[in-house]
């Protein structure tokens, strides 16, 4: 029973270059999101998705993008990574609107 | 947008004594969802317990209870005969507004470190 796991576990990569961080659920689950952690901000949504082809904006979508061609995957990219994109990144999944959210181990990702 | 504040960054306590870590959130909606999740130093969250703000009763799991007020906007939770494993990180979070429970706000978190 893998639930819900992210990869890579830790990124280092350059200012500009594109990041994907990937996330596979293997419940099914409808719902998928992604935040970030930073010191003193606790996590922060970027997106969520409802459905496969479903995604809509969190609290800090600006310089990320998602898409959601399957169920079990919510791949997030960073198009161009910017200094201020080093955080620690949570996928989450659950299986309706008012159940609880499982999140997966997060990614740490460093922006030089 | 709906704001959620933990005004207590760091706790101590001893083992088998009890704490309240302290939320208090700010919205115009009268449907939500009130959380508290832990990190430990592993950084897995898990869902410690949850609320539902149409409902007048405090939830409990175990050893972990709130007191939640709504009037007051406040979602305190306790720990009764704390264990050392409940060292971590407790954030506070609110989902809402009604039409939308996917929009999810955490507050920044209390560090709580239980004594042996």
């Known amino acids: 029973d893998a639930g819900i796991t992210q990869s890579p576990r830790y990124k280092i990569t350059e200012t500009g270059r594109q990041v994907t961080l990937m996330c596979h659920q293997t419940w099914s689950h409808s719902y998928m999101f992604w935040y970030r952690q930073d010191l003193g901000h606790g996590l922060r949504l970027i997106y969520y998705?409802?459905?496969?082809?479903?995604?809509d904006k969190g609290e800090v979508p600006d310089g990320y993008v998602v898409s959601r061609s399957k169920t079990e995957n919510f791949p997030l990219t960073l198009e161009s990574a910017t200094r201020s994109q080093t955080s620690v990144y949570f996928c989450?999944?659950?299986?309706?609107?008012?159940?609880?959210?499982?999140f997966g181990p997060g990614t740490r990702l460093l922006v030089l | 947008a709906q704001t959620v504040t933990q005004s207590q960054p760091e706790m101590s306590v001893q083992e088998a004594e009890t704490v309240t870590l302290s939320c208090t959130y700010d919205t115009s909606e009268s449907n939500y969802y009130l959380f508290w999740y832990k990190q430990p130093p592993s950084r897995q969250m898990i869902l410690v317990i949850r609320q539902e703000a149409y409902k007048q009763q405090n939830a409990t799991e175990n050893r972990f209870s709130v007191n939640f007020q709504k009037a007051a906007k406040s979602f305190s939770l306790k720990i009764s005969d704390s264990q050392l494993g409940d060292t971590a990180m407790y954030f506070c979070?609110?989902?809402?507004?009604?039409?939308?429970?996917?929009?999810?706000?955490f507050g920044s978190g209390t560090k709580l470190n239980v004594k042996p």
């Open positions: 989450a999944s659950r299986t309706g609107v008012q159940e609880t959210q499982y």
């Open positions: 998705s409802a459905a496969a082809d479903i995604t």
């Open positions: 979070a609110f989902s809402g507004p009604s039409y939308n429970f996917n929009k999810f706000y």
